[in-house]
């Protein structure tokens, strides 16, 4: 009897075990047949999407997306510096010019007198008269190559780094000034004198008058006629530098454009073939977790880093979703394809950041908005010369502004729309959307806006504030969304969320968005804050007075009331209350849920 139990129990480790084997045998076989069909799939979208990145880097004729970049930034250094020359024009100091450029003239052409009085004016062997012309023709000439570098100089305010970079981009700042030939022409000297000089020397061959003080007298010619010519020369530098700079500045701003377009495209194209590398590795990093070799062909496919990562990888069992949880917690980044709902603990928003430093300059400030507005084009099909027209849109509220918080501010609040939306509802949808390359210029424009946030100090300011702390916005909810807000839901929202003053402007701004015949409801947002503790993540405008909620600013829904038959007329209507911002360990638990769009 005892056999007998211990041979049921071995039959049935047996059988346990074999089932085991079947199973782990049926996933292996059904991974290889997703991965069959995937595989040529995935190959063929990166080889797409790499033929459109390539079109796009032709354009500008660069080789890949880091000389563009490079490229934009030379761009934007020139831009800045020649803007700064252009604006210091006005102060070119021209009776100093005037005197650089006798001195220039006197330099040169008193040099080759001398040369020639330091040889006794005589020709010591035949031949050598020819010397002597050349030598008092190199020293005009010479004149005038110095007068070229004399008004670079000037005009760059000696600035060799601004002269080095125009010369390596090509940007001409000076044009020639042709004073010697002027001296000519006013004064009747003739520049060359071969054949004079020539007829000269051969007359009085072999003979030792001293030929140095006709030297002389030609050269003194030369010196006074640039003495005379100068005032006028230098008021055309004056002019040509000013037409000059501004042309320049607007070469270096349409190269700007097209380059900073093309960076914009490449950049979209290279977050396609970004997010497809990361769905080919964890496709790869299953198959080899099922013990299946990886062909070379597939890891050619791979960045660098993450063909790496795969070769030094070892499956630990034959188990696919195993590998795929190991590849999540090793590296999450490429596995973000695989999250179900996005948390402010695993949103890039907070990781930028963190990482991120706010633009120094307007001009920073002008260039991270020029990259929002072209990256949202190139998105959504918008053209190139829309996009640049509205961006320049944008620049002109910024004129004469030196605060980079101001300009922000301005910028913010901007009412000019581009295809149907304000640039604050494009600085929300690349929040929400928390996805590259739009997310970093998007984070950098919010830390320009940190110098606007709330403070106990803003709520004392009179007039400023609403006394019973209570705000308004307009929007609209999808369908679908409105069982996500019931009584007691905490909710963070991504974007910037725009308040109102009054109940009508808000009413008005529900009724332009929503369409609730395509499942738009508009909905009116009641937000209370505590005027005794008004810690919350807003931006407050002094310039205007208006507030925007900031990115992922907490709110609690204390009060819902749905219209059966809602309609602009009778809107849906929401009460919240803004919270102060939690600390970071209680916003990334996962009791702080990520509202639905909400305008």
């Known amino acids: 009897g005892g056999d007998e139990g211990a041979d049921d129990a071995l039959g049935h480790s047996s059988n346990s075990s074999l089932r085991h084997v079947v199973w782990m045998e049926l996933g292996r076989t059904k991974a290889l047949l997703v991965l069959r069909f995937l595989r040529p799939a995935l190959q063929s979208a990166m080889t797409l999407v790499r033929q459109g990145l390539a079109s796009a880097l032709q354009g500008p004729g660069v080789d890949d997306i880091e000389m563009l970049r490079e490229s934009v930034s030379l761009h934007r250094q020139a831009l800045t510096a020649l803007r700064k020359s252009h604006a210091l024009t006005a102060d070119l100091n021209r009776p100093r010019l005037v005197e650089s450029i006798v001195a220039l003239g006197e330099k040169h052409i008193q040099s080759a007198v001398d040369q020639v009085r330091a040889q006794g004016g005589v020709p010591a062997r035949e031949g050598e008269e020819e010397d002597l012309v050349a030598r008092m023709n190199f020293a005009l000439e010479e004149t005038e190559k110095s007068l070229m570098h004399l008004q670079q100089n000037w005009v760059l305010h ?16 000076v044009e020639p000034i042709a004073l010697v ?32 003080e006709w030297f002389a007298s030609t050269g003194q010619y030369y010196m006074d006629g640039i003495r005379a010519t100068a005032s006028e020369a230098a008021d055309r530098i004056v002019e040509k530098s000013r037409e000059k700079l501004a042309a320049a500045v607007q070469t270096v701003e349409r190269e700007i454009v097209q380059r900073q377009w093309a960076l914009a495209d490449s950049e979209r194209w290279q977050a396609k073939l970004s997010r497809l590398q990361c769905l080919f590795l964890s496709l790869l990093w299953m198959q080899k977790g099922i013990l299946v070799d990886v062909p070379e062909d597939d890891l050619m496919q791979l960045s660098g ?105 301005r910028v913010c609040q901007a009412t000019q729309h581009f295809r149907g939306a304000d640039f604050c509802s494009v600085l929300s949808a690349a929040i929400r959307g928390d996805s590259l390359p739009l997310l970093v210029p998007a984070v950098k424009f919010t830390l320009a806006l940190s110098t606007s946030l709330v403070t106990a100090r803003v ?68 937000v209370h804050v505590d005027t005794q503790a008004p810690n919350i993540h807003a931006y407050f405008f002094e310039e205007t007075g208006c507030v925007n909620f900031a990115p992922y600013a907490c709110f609690r829904v204390e009060h819902t009331h749905w219209e059966a038959d809602v309609s602009a007329d009778a809107p849906h209507h929401v009460v919240l209350s803004a919270y102060a911002s939690g600390c970071e360990e209680e916003l990334t638990s996962g009791s702080w849920l990520l509202a639905p769009r909400l305008f």
């Open 158 to 173: 000696g600035d060799q780094g601004l002269i080095d970079l125009c010369n390596s981009l090509g940007i001409e700042i």
């Open 305 to 409: 880093e993450q063909r790496s990562a795969l070769e030094s990888w070892a499956a630990t069992s034959v188990d696919g979703r195993a590998a795929a949880v190991e590849l999540t917690a090793s590296r999450p980044e490429w596995t973000r394809w695989m999250m179900e709902h996005l948390t402010f603990g695993t949103c890039l928003f907070k990781t930028y950041q963190q990482s991120e430093e706010a633009p120094e300059t307007v001009e920073e400030l002008l260039h991270v908005v020029r990259q929002i507005v072209f990256a949202h084009a190139v998105e959504s099909d918008i053209s190139q010369h829309a996009s640049a027209d509205y961006f320049q849109r944008l620049r002109a509220l910024c004129d004469g502004v030196d605060s980079v918080g101001l300009a922000a501010a």
């Open 459 to 526: 709520v004392e300011l009179p007039g400023r504030w609403p006394t019973d702390g209570q705000f308004y916005a307009g929007g609209y909810l999808a369908e679908g969304n409105l069982p996500f807000f019931f009584h007691g839901r905490r909710f963070l929202l991504p974007g910037l969320w725009p308040m109102r003053r009054s109940y009508a402007e808000a009413k008005a701004s529900a009724a332009q968005r929503a369409a609730p015949g395509a499942g738009r409801h508009p909905v009116i947002w009641t």
């Open 181 to 212: 030939a002027e001296v000519e022409s006013q004064f009747g000297v003739v520049r060359v004198f071969e054949s004079v000089l020539h007829m000269m020397f051969m007359r009085f061959r072999g003979q030792s008058a001293d030929r140095s």
